[in-house]
């Protein structure tokens, strides 16, 4: 991942036009409101079977060039409930969910289908269920809105659960404009699922996430809001959104995530764990997303292996951290910024080490515990952190904790650190422990008096490890009390201001 150039290129999960992302934007969809005037017009003779015109040409009261198959609508009113109007639609077929009805078992969609419902129809769960159940590819789910059981305990309850295999994924799942609210467990989870969309989706009170992508590749979460995850007594941790793998199962039946952007998103209220994570993903893309209120704001981390459940043996690997806004907001407690970390767990260890390019984020108010910062490394190889402005974090901006080989800190801003808890010093960047190599350019430190408790002590680059190598250009230290501060440690300035 060492750039060749002074700014490297976008990785392949960023700039493929193949993907889901892509190919929506070469061939748009219908509007969502045309379909619905067209399923409803259709549905509203109540012939089941009857083809519909394309909802373009019902909105516009012409025909397109080209006609896609006729589409066959079943409408929930017409049946005494969902489940046996879900029974008669054929596939290919639109399921109009035009009435809202409660629910005890799962709706399961097992052949390509449309699930659309009409406006102010909800479905709400009398139990901790999963509420509708995808087994089956080319499937759409539309403007629903499904309320859960509730969240004061941990339990199973879901809104939209897809399930494929590593050897039989689920192709072409698209989840839109739908609201989830009250789920016990979490809004979407996606297992094996190739060219998944979850697109413009609102997310509240769940217990353990928002959306959950397992072993999924070539797809986009984009546009959704997740707020106030619970995280109740018998859950361990919690998230906005998560991509990952099972950790129970080798890397063959579960295979890392990749390929998946996660962009334009609005998180907050994780705030016992993380707003957005992935394990040992490989080309994520997290840019553009609102981030506040959670322990720690994103978060780049290794995961497990069936064989080794107390190790971490894969490492996230070719990831973009990219113009994002993360914030402490509500949040009680300390956490990181940004977190980066490897495989392994020791000193220099031998473990896959994390890759990514860290650029252009503003990071508010993070940091706070031993080694938290506004961005945190460790077990990292060739990341680059990069144009990040880093303003009213506590006890230091950047952190490299251990085992971060040929780490590049270009053009970062640092401003008004605040001191931890028993602390009588700050700094812009801290060096924390040993094995580190980086080379830090163009990197400065800013006075915070417009910033609440703002440490008037705040050394520049601080190395209390011993073994580490820095070479240090062109940075501004000016403001800080002492431009460099280690021990132990080899640190090389080439014009490094004072």
Not at 161 to 182: H, K, Q, W
Request: with cysteine.
């Amino acid at each position: 991942m060492r750039p060749t150039s002074d700014r490297p290129p976008l990785l392949s999960a960023e700039r493929d036009a193949t993907g889901p992302a892509g190919r929506a934007a070469a061939h748009p969809r219908p509007g969502r409101r045309a379909f619905l005037v067209g399923a409803l017009a259709a549905a509203g003779a109540r012939a089941v079977g009857a083809a519909r015109r394309p909802a373009a040409a019902v909105a516009a009261g012409a025909a397109p060039a080209t006609m896609p198959a006729p589409t066959v609508v079943v409408a929930a009113s017409s049946f005494p409930t969902v489940a046996q109007a879900l029974a008669a639609v054929p596939p290919g077929g639109t399921l109009l969910v035009d009435r809202s009805e409660a629910i005890a078992s799962p709706l399961i969609v097992d052949r390509s289908m449309t699930v659309l419902f009409a406006p102010t129809v909800r479905l709400t769960a009398t139990a901790h269920i999963t509420m509708i159940d995808v087994h089956a590819s080319d499937v759409r789910v539309v403007d629903a809105a499904l309320v859960g059981a509730g969240t004061s305990r941990a339990a199973s309850g879901k809104g939209v659960v897809a399930t494929g295999t590593a050897t039989a994924p689920l192709e072409r799942l698209s989840i839109e404009d739908c609201t989830f609210t009250g789920l016990s467990h979490s809004a979407v989870v996606a297992t094996s699922v190739v060219g998944l969309e979850v697109v413009g989706c609102r997310v509240d009170d769940v217990g353990y996430a928002g959306v959950v992508l397992v072993s999924c590749t070539d797809a986009v979460v984009r546009g959704c809001t997740v707020a106030d995850v619970r995280q109740p007594a018998g859950f361990v941790n919690s998230y906005g959104i998560a991509v990952t793998r099972d950790e129970t199962k080798s890397l063959v039946d579960s295979p890392r995530s990749a390929r998946v952007t996660i962009d334009g998103n609005t998180v907050r209220g994780v705030r016992l764990w993380e707003g957005i994570d992935t394990h040992a993903g490989q080309q994520i893309v997290i840019r553009d997303n609102t981030v506040s209120g959670c322990s720690v704001g994103i978060a780049v981390v290794p995961c497990q292996n069936d064989a080794t459940p107390q190790e971490y043996v894969y490492a996230p690997v070719d990831v973009v951290v990219a113009r994002n806004h993360v914030e402490r907001g509500d949040s009680p407690g300390t956490g990181s910024g940004i977190v980066v970390k490897g495989a392994g767990s020791t000193v220099a260890s031998g473990a896959e080490r994390a890759s990514a390019v860290v650029e252009d984020n503003v990071v508010v108010g993070m940091g706070g515990g031993d080694r938290e910062a506004g961005v945190l490394l460790y077990l990292t190889r060739d990341v680059v952190v990069r144009g990040n402005l880093l303003s009213g974090c506590v006890g230091r901006g950047v952190c490299l904790y251990h085992s971060n080989d040929a780490t590049m800190l270009v053009g970062n801003r640092v401003e008004g650190v605040v001191l931890a808890a028993g602390a009588t010093v700050a700094a812009a960047v801290e060096v924390r422990s040993s094995a580190n190599t980086a080379t830090l350019v163009g990197n400065s430190y800013a006075p915070g008096s417009h910033l609440p408790g703002s440490a008037a002590s705040v050394r520049g680059v601080a190395v209390p490890g011993s073994g580490n190598v820095l070479d240090l250009l062109r940075n501004d230290w000016t403001a800080t009390v002492l431009p460099v501060w280690g021990r132990s440690s080899t640190i090389t300035r080439f014009a490094d201001g004072a």
